[in-house]
């Protein structure tokens, strides 16, 4: 899928405007949360924020500036998932993922060295996924997005555990966010 593919995708689940009681983020629309349409430059009502507003903070803070982009030509799958994931729950929560998951892949060091944490695809997180996909050819991609959907999906049920208001939203997350 492209960019604007998954974009439209997240857009598509996310919706227009929301205000749930229980939705710490606040007024949404698009998906985008009111923070970060106004760290974005929005200073308008919620209701009136724009799509192509949101495609453009979509763009650049989902997908380019966390270096998910970089993902997209060595594995498509993940790359998407990294973007769905950080929509929902920040890029740097998504990233944490694939490496927890690489190192956790790598043979205890024999593969490639462990990852130390970063909040972005670096060079090392990005040697790490190349080894691992060419260790581990043809599967290695989707074992790889079984594992980054097993920690997402585990995250929401803490979520759920920690805040019961977020109960409300457990069963549309595990439907609509887990493959």
């Known amino acids: 899928m492209t960019i604007d593919q998954l974009i439209d995708d997240v857009i598509g689940r996310e919706g227009g405007y929301s205000d749930h009681p229980a939705d710490r983020g606040g007024p949404t629309k698009w998906g985008i949360s009111e923070a970060i349409a106004r760290a974005a430059g929005w200073t308008g009502a919620m209701r009136d924020l724009p799509r192509d507003f949101a495609v453009a903070v979509y763009r650049r ?18 790359a998407a998932e990294l973007f769905d994931t950080g929509v929902n729950m920040g890029p740097a929560v998504a990233i944490g993922f694939l490496q927890r998951a690489l190192n956790a892949l790598n043979r205890g060091g024999r593969d490639f060295a462990d990852l130390p944490p970063a909040t972005h695809i670096d060079d090392a997180t990005l040697a790490a996924l190349t080894a691992f996909l060419e260790l581990r050819a043809p599967h290695g991609e989707t074992v790889l997005l079984k594992a980054l959907e097993a920690l997402q999906g585990e995250r929401y049920l803490h979520l759920a555990e920690r805040r019961p208001a977020n109960e409300a939203f457990l069963y549309g997350w595990l439907a609509n966010r887990l493959s």
């Open 61 to 78: 803070s989902y997908w380019s500036r966390p270096g998910i982009d970089r993902v997209q030509p060595l594995a498509p799958l993940i």
